[in-house]
Each structure stands twice: as C-alpha cells, then as structure tokens.
C-alpha cells in the first residue's frame, strides 16, 4: 500500500510537491460547492486497528462498523487521496444500495471508478462541472434524507 508521511493538511499538501497544484485543486473544488463537509486530516486507524489505514484529507465525517471489531471507525463522507500513480476521490454516499459515484460515470471527465472511487492522473482530468454536480448532490442528499453513509461493499445494481 501507498504510504503518505503527513499528520496534518499541510504536511499532507506537500508530501509530493510535483502533485500539490492538483491536491489543492480538487480540494477548491470540494470546499466550494460541498461547504458543509467540514474539511480535516484523516490519518487512518492505525496499525492493529479495524478500518482503512491510509491516510487522506476529508470532507465530512461519519462512523463505520467493521464486522471484526465493536468499535466503531470514523471516516470521511468524501475523502481525497494521494495513491503510487494516480489521486483517489472517495464518495462514501448511496443511494437504493448502490454508490453514488456509480450515477455520475460519465459527466467526471478523463478518470476511472472503482465502486466507491473516482481515480485520476491531474486536476485537469476531471470534468468541473460533473464531478461539482455530484459532490453538491451528497451535500444536499444527505441533508434531506435521500442519501445514505457506507464505506465497504455495496451490492451492485
């Protein structure tokens, strides 16, 4: 696994100095049109520990249970991650059983998806208006109801 060295935003800004413009970028973007996902350093669970380990900025936090533990994880709603080649944008909300990232597909510009996951090279990669679209709509889906919080597997529609 791709590890970042950082325990706070800006040690995490400028662990790759070569891909900060496109950190600070999409963070813009999420900041500007989800302002209600309190940004902040998530730093993994820690080695030993249930949930992811990586760590990520993120947007929003809710809690996750891991079937191994009864502790509960805190994760973020959306999370933005440095990987070896590529950014993650983690999009942990549902809609009917089925991530919402999935909906949006085609309006996010030159990426890949993973369930839950939007990858990408650069920040120019991404279609502004498409991805925006989305990440208001788990703002405001979560605030009225119509979306749900999920991080692992979803069954597939």
Same mark, same amino acid.
């Given at each position: 696994?791709f590890?970042?060295?950082?325990?706070?935003?800006?040690e995490?800004?400028?662990?790759?100095?070569?891909?900060e413009?496109?950190? *600070?970028?999409v963070?813009? /973007? &999420?900041?500007?049109? !989800?302002? #209600?996902l309190?940004?902040?350093?998530? %730093?993994?669970?820690g080695a030993?520990?249930?949930?992811?380990g990586?760590?990520?900025?993120?947007y929003?936090?809710?809690q996750?249970?891991?079937?191994s533990s009864?502790?509960?994880?805190?994760w973020?709603?959306?999370?933005?991650?440095l990987?070896?080649?590529?950014?993650?944008l983690?999009?942990?909300?549902? *809609?009917n059983?089925?991530? /919402? &990232?999935?909906?949006? !597909?085609? #309006?996010?510009?030159k990426?890949?998806? %993973?369930q839950?996951?939007?990858?990408?090279?650069?920040?120019d990669?991404l279609d502004?208006?498409?991805?925006?679209?989305?990440?208001?709509?788990v703002?405001?889906?979560?605030a009225?109801?119509?979306?749900?919080?999920?991080?692992?597997?979803?069954?597939?529609?």
């Open positions: 696994m590890t970042v060295a950082a325990s706070n935003l800006k995490y800004f400028a662990a790759d100095p070569a891909r413009a496109d950190l *600070r970028a963070d813009r /973007l &999420v900041r500007n049109v !989800a302002p #209600e309190k940004r902040e350093f998530f %730093g993994g669970t030993g520990k249930p949930g992811m990586m760590s990520l900025i993120g929003g936090k809710f996750y249970q891991v079937k009864a502790e509960p994880v805190d973020p709603v959306i999370g933005l991650a990987q070896k080649n590529y950014l993650s983690y999009v942990s909300a549902i *809609r059983d089925r991530y /919402l &990232v999935q909906d949006y !597909a085609g #309006e996010l510009g990426v890949s998806l %993973g839950n996951c939007v990858r990408f090279k650069k920040a990669d502004d208006s498409g991805l925006g679209t989305l990440l208001h709509h703002q405001d889906g979560l009225t109801g119509e979306l749900e919080l999920r991080y692992g597997r979803v069954n597939a529609s």
